[in-house]
């Protein structure tokens, strides 16, 4: 295996926003259809507008550090080079927990849903299965996963569309039963808090619009098409959330579920019967599968970065001479997702969470830091866009860190602290090998 650490530089826009829809995944608004509409009070749509608000700041601090640096590394290159390069490894180390863990959950989910479909079927060989499929398809190159990542999410968006084109042909054959009113429906009596709350919770839906950024180097033009990329991947993940939470407010307003975790099943069931709910079960699979090879690609790259720069060994840095891709951390990192056979759904969720949101809070302030501070662009158009924009993005992230769990804060803080460990003991190994190799050059 080679340790020339040179990335293929083969993706085009379109790879890359499909490979940003896909860590995403558009489906996510019907698994977790359940939790969002009882923490938003049925005001979903509500919901879903101010959490894009706030995202699209978030966003736009992430295409200008892109702008800025375009190279692989995400919000821990970012921090590094605009903040310090402490902070820049406790960012890389918050975003890496955010990273691992989504392979985690991409095979965790897929055993879950396939055991419910096939019970006879063990969830571990369901696990296993995916897991080898999507260390396969990662090995051998980058395109070969944005390709086939462009078909999974290209059917999510068709099943989207063609789920808001039925609801739009019942609506006019009278289905609407709330008006026409878009904060109305099930929403009267509730309170700006509630709505609020469900804004922090539907944010999980927009995050993965940052994993593009770890793959600058294998992109075109990426200073460009980084920035472009990440706008698009927003602007129609919240297309898709807007019309689908408007219609399904408007037209059954008073739904109800048995099973929170199975409610956009349940939905499925009442809106198209065991047919529709078929399909939605058939998409559900691959939008997993495509999450799950997105999540790995963004993971086997930030670690590529950290070993390129030594907080990680050499080792990760290494490039497959023929695939040109990293396969010893592909391999590691699939080792690593077998944790599913033994964590709980709930547990990776929360490190999830915890990882991507320090990383937003970051990368908001080191746009600030970098452009303001250091560059002295100070101009109003700057300061709008490059000190008020990213304060009002971090301010919102910040609540949102707030409304997490206990266990959540534990969980993450304690990987920081591990992390921190880890960041003293490499810079105390590295600064013993200088002081070795300068006393022998002067004997």
Request: charged content about 10%.
């Amino acid at each position: 295996m080679s340790n020339h650490n040179v990335l293929k530089r083969d993706l085009s826009l379109s790879h890359v926003v499909t490979m940003g829809l896909a860590w995403m995944s558009p489906m996510i608004f019907f698994t977790s259809f359940g939790v969002l509409h009882e923490g938003s009070g049925g005001m979903l749509l509500a919901a879903y507008m101010l959490a894009f608000t706030a995202i699209i700041f978030t966003a736009s601090s992430y295409g200008q550090m892109a702008s800025a640096f375009p190279v692989s590394g995400s919000a821990y290159t970012y921090v590094s080079k605009a903040m310090n390069p402490l902070v820049g490894f406790v960012v890389g180390w918050a975003i890496l927990l955010d990273y691992l863990f989504s392979c985690i959950v991409a095979v965790l989910m897929f055993g879950i849903n396939l055991n419910a479909q096939f019970p006879a079927v063990p969830s571990y060989i369901w696990i296993l299965l995916l897991t080898l499929i999507i260390m396969v398809i990662n090995i051998i190159g980058i395109k070969t996963s944005a390709n086939i990542s462009k078909i999974f999410v290209l059917m999510q968006i068709l099943f989207i569309s063609g789920f808001c084109a039925l609801l739009v042909y019942k609506a006019m054959n009278g289905g609407i039963t709330a008006g026409l009113d878009p904060f109305a429906a099930s929403g009267e009596g509730v309170s700006l808090t509630s709505i609020l709350a469900g804004a922090s919770l539907v944010c999980f839906s927009f995050l993965g619009f940052d994993s593009i950024t770890t793959m600058a180097e294998e992109t075109k033009e990426p200073k460009k098409t980084i920035p472009r990329a990440i706008l698009i991947i927003v602007v129609t993940a919240g297309l898709l959330y807007f019309v689908t939470a408007y219609l399904i407010q408007q037209m059954y307003p008073a739904f109800k579920y048995s099973n929170v975790d199975s409610a956009g099943y349940e939905l499925m069931q009442m809106i198209g019967g065991g047919t529709l709910a078929a399909i939605f079960t058939f998409v559900i699979i691959f939008s997993i599968l495509s999450q799950g090879m997105s999540s790995m690609t963004t993971v086997t790259r930030l670690l590529f970065v950290m070993g390129r720069t030594s907080l990680l060994p050499r080792k990760f840095a290494s490039v497959h001479p023929r695939y040109r891709t990293p396969v010893f951390n592909i391999i590691l990192v699939s080792i690593i997702s077998l944790f599913a056979l033994f964590i709980s759904l709930e547990t990776a969720i929360k490190f999830v969470s915890f990882g991507a949101l320090t990383a937003f809070l970051f990368v908001n302030l080191s746009v600030i830091c970098h452009y303001i501070v250091r560059q002295r662009q100070r101009s109003p158009q700057d300061l709008l866009l490059r000190l008020i924009c990213p304060l009002l993005g971090a301010g919102f992230i910040l609540y949102l860190i707030t409304q997490l769990d206990k266990a959540s804060l534990m969980l993450g803080s304690a990987w920081i602290v591990i992390g921190l460990v880890y960041y003293a003991l490499q810079k105390t190994t590295i600064a013993s090998s200088r002081e070795a190799t300068v006393t022998i050059s002067e004997s």
